[in-house]
Every structure is written in C-alpha cells, then in structure tokens.
C-alpha cells in the first residue's frame, strides 16, 4: 500500500527546483548561492584566457628574438620521408665576456667553427640521433674533399648543409645552431643537468676536472664534458657524451616540472632563443618538433648511434660506406635502421 505523503519515514518534501539534474550540474541552493558559483565561473575562465594570451606573447616574442640564416640551399636534390634536423654546436664566443672565456677555457678565438654536429631524425620509425665525427673525410661541393667541419668554414651553414645533403643522400628539413653562451646558459636555466660519469677526467685545455659518478653538471662543467677530448677514445668518446648529454638535457628542458615553472621555464626559452641560430623558414614551433623528438630519445624509445667509420688516414675518418648506406637508406625511406649499421 502506498505511503502517503507527510507519513513517518518518508521525509521532507523536495522542492522540484532543488533536485540534480542527471548531467550532474548542480543547480540547487539559494540564488545568492548560484550568483557566486557563476562569478567564480566566470573569473576563472578570464584567467584561462590572460594565462593563454600571455604564453601566446611570449611565443612571438621568442620567436621574432631567434637569429635566422639562410641554411637551407634553395634547389636541393635530396629527398627522403620523415624530418630531419641538423643539429650544429658551434664554437661561437657571442655574448661571453673576456671574464667567461676564462672561466670557462673557451679561449679567445676569432671566428666560428662546428665543435659538434648531429642529425636528428624522426618520423613513423620513431627518433634517431646520429652524430656526425667532425673530422670525417667527405666531398665538399666545389671544394674537393675534406673534413666535414671544415665546410663550415668554407661557406657557413648552406655550405655544411650541402655537404651533410650529399655524403647522407637525407634531406635536411631544418637548421639549429647553439653557440658556446647559450649551451651554458640552457643548462644552467633548469638547474643544472644529472649525469653519471663513467671514469673521472682532467683536462685543462677545456676547463674540466670531474670525478667519476653520478652527479649534477652545471653549465660551464657541462661544456668542458661535452668538449673535452682527453680520453682513450677521443673523438668516439666525445661524440657519444654529446648525444647523451644533449638528450638529458631536453630530457629535463621538456619535463613538466620544467615546463610549468616560470622560474626555469622563461630563463631557458631566453637563453636559447637570445643565441641560437636557425634557418630563416623555422620558427619556434620547429624548435618544439625537435625537443619533442629528442624526448623520444632521451626516454629510451629512439636511437642513439654514430656514422659507421670504416678506417683512418692521420686525423682524417674515413666512413664504412656500406654500413653508412644502411643506415642513412632506412632513414631515408623513414625506416628503423639496423644494427648492424650502428657504428663507429
């Protein structure tokens, strides 16, 4: 039998006004209530909207702030799927004063030379950072062969992008450069860098005395590691600390415990931005493809390797010109590459 309404057990009457609706809004409580709800509502949603405009603004304004080159050669024959970048670290003393060239044993130089060259591939395969020795043997357009780096000085960076065009069979869709003074100062804006260090080196010429294990680099260390020669493998051992380090420091630059802290994040964009270099068709959000794509290494799911060398004269390498065709071939068909054309 129905209770009727009012009877012991069945409660208060409720108001029709007051009940949830099945969405889950709530739309019950007094009208000053909801008043309040809604402003808060609506202040919030200003927030978002300042917050996005702010992080828009400061986008463009690091943008327009990169220096720009013409790198990229205006009739290339390359082709190849994916995208690839040329990472170039440069020996560029702009914007250290005579007192950080002291400290950190970069000399006094005139003129700028690639201390360090990479390329960076990625694609459907997923990532793969390829370092490029410096002294590798290769045909220079219009200059006979020699080392790669020395393109550089040959003809600035269209000229080494040619040369790295023609001795890889890639394409190469974008162009970074990092001088001395913004590796510092990236490296120093999130605080520093984590890394283990397999056997203590000292070297005078590059600033660096370190011992051995895990430990926090800053960034004028950080240079001397990532310069320094004085080991047993020289330039083999060199190139692998770059791609390591590079990795552990986009690692780091794109963790969300950088990303949303204004104290690192903006100091980091400004120090990049302020020296690096890239072509004049890149903007910010191809600096941003190529952290998310370095990420992918860093994390372990992408490729970390060396051209393949077959054989030395003097100080000049010589590539493994079948294993190299594997590798760069893969890449270029945006394929994982195997192993076996792993090198040195």
Same mark, same amino acid.
């Given at each position: 039998?129905?209770?009727?309404?009012?009877?012991?057990?069945?409660?208060?009457?409720?108001?029709?006004? &007051?009940? /949830?609706?099945? *969405? %889950?809004?709530?739309?019950?409580?007094?009208? #000053?209530?909801? $008043?309040? @709800?809604?402003?808060?509502?609506?202040?919030?949603?200003?927030?978002?909207?300042?917050?996005?405009?702010?992080?828009?603004?400061?986008?463009?304004?690091?943008?327009?702030?990169?220096?720009?080159?013409?790198?990229?050669?205006?009739? &290339?024959? /390359?082709?190849? *799927? %994916?995208?690839?970048?040329?990472?170039?670290? #440069?020996?560029? $003393?702009? @914007?250290?004063?005579?007192?950080?060239?002291?400290?950190?044993?970069?000399?006094?130089?005139?003129?700028?030379?690639?201390?360090?060259?990479?390329?960076?591939?990625?694609?459907?395969?997923?990532?793969?950072?390829?370092?490029?020795?410096?002294?590798?043997?290769?045909?220079?357009?219009?200059?006979?062969?020699?080392?790669?780096?020395?393109?550089?000085?040959?003809?600035?960076?269209?000229?080494?992008?040619?040369?790295?065009?023609?001795?890889?069979?890639?394409?190469?869709?974008?162009?970074?450069?990092?001088?001395?003074?913004?590796?510092?100062?990236?490296?120093?804006?999130?605080?520093?860098?984590?890394?283990?260090?397999?056997?203590?080196?000292?070297?005078?010429?590059?600033?660096?005395?370190?011992?051995?294990?895990?430990?926090?680099?800053?960034?004028?260390?950080?240079?001397?590691?990532?310069?320094?020669?004085?080991?047993?493998?020289?330039?083999?051992?060199?190139?692998?600390?770059?791609?390591?380090?590079?990795?552990?420091?986009?690692?780091?630059?794109?963790?969300?415990?950088?990303?949303?802290?204004?104290?690192?994040?903006?100091?980091?964009?400004?120090?990049?931005?302020?020296?690096?270099?890239?072509?004049?068709?890149?903007?910010?959000?191809?600096?941003?493809?190529?952290?998310?794509?370095?990420?992918?290494?860093?994390?372990?799911?992408?490729?970390?390797?060396?051209?393949?060398?077959?054989?030395?004269?003097?100080?000049?390498?010589?590539?493994?010109?079948?294993?190299?065709?594997?590798?760069?071939?893969?890449?270029?068909?945006?394929?994982?590459?195997?192993?076996?054309?792993?090198?040195?």
């Amino acid at each position: 039998m129905p209770r009727p309404a009012g009877a012991a057990g069945a409660g208060p009457p409720v108001h029709p006004a &007051s009940r /949830a609706p099945r *969405d %889950g809004r709530v739309t019950s409580g007094p009208p #000053s209530l909801r $008043r309040v @709800g809604r402003a808060l509502r609506g202040r919030w949603q200003v927030v978002l909207v300042l917050l996005l405009v702010v992080l828009v603004g400061f986008g463009v304004y690091l943008d327009q702030n990169m220096s720009r080159v013409e790198a990229l050669p205006a009739s &290339s024959e /390359a082709t190849s *799927d %994916g995208t690839n970048y040329l990472i170039v670290g #440069s020996d560029s $003393r702009d @914007g250290l004063t005579a007192e950080d060239e002291e400290r950190l044993a970069t000399g006094d130089a005139a003129g700028q030379r690639t201390d360090t060259m990479m390329l960076l591939h990625t694609g459907s395969s997923g990532s793969v950072l390829v370092s490029i020795p410096r002294d590798s043997y290769v045909p220079i357009p219009g200059k006979g062969s020699n080392k790669i780096n020395a393109a550089f000085a040959f003809g600035g960076p269209q000229l080494l992008v040619e040369t790295v065009e023609g001795a890889t069979g890639l394409r190469i869709d974008h162009y970074v450069e990092v001088g001395f003074g913004g590796f510092v100062g990236a490296v120093d804006a999130v605080g520093g860098v984590d890394m283990c260090i397999p056997q203590a080196i000292e070297d005078p010429k590059a600033g660096l005395n370190i011992s051995e294990g895990c430990q926090e680099l800053d960034g004028g260390t950080a240079l001397g590691y990532v310069r320094t020669r004085a080991t047993a493998g020289s330039d083999f051992d060199r190139v692998q600390r770059q791609r390591e380090f590079l990795s552990a420091l986009l690692g780091k630059a794109t963790s969300p415990l950088t990303l949303i802290n204004p104290f690192r994040m903006v100091p980091l964009a400004s120090a990049v931005t302020d020296t690096i270099t890239v072509d004049d068709s890149d903007h910010i959000w191809h600096l941003a493809g190529l952290a998310w794509g370095m990420r992918g290494v860093s994390g372990g799911d992408g490729v970390q390797t060396t051209v393949p060398i077959g054989g030395s004269s003097g100080s000049n390498l010589r590539w493994d010109k079948d294993r190299a065709q594997q590798l760069f071939g893969a890449l270029q068909q945006d394929q994982a590459p195997p192993e076996e054309s792993f090198g040195p």
